[in-house]
């Protein structure tokens, strides 16, 4: 009796790596956007720049973990 052939998942987790860090970087990207319009030195100046690069090290963390 034969066995089944058992096919790669890499495909599959390549593509799963991509939709992700695509959307990591695209929530990134409208984060910053928001940044670039506000008053530098503000509290919310200061709030938005701090979720921008927790985004930021999140996407980075991402990367690092699956390459």
Do not use: P, W
């Not at 790669?8 to 390549?14: A, V």
């Not at 506000?38 to 930021?56: R, S």
């Amino acid at each position: 009796m034969k066995r089944a052939v058992r096919r790669s998942g890499k495909k599959n987790q390549k593509s799963n790596f991509e939709e992700r860090f695509a959307s990591m970087v695209s929530e990134y990207h409208k984060a910053k956007e928001i940044l670039d319009s506000m008053v530098e030195g503000t509290a919310e100046y200061v709030k938005q720049k701090k979720i921008c690069d927790n985004l930021f090290a999140s996407a980075e963390r991402f990367v690092n973990a699956n390459s």
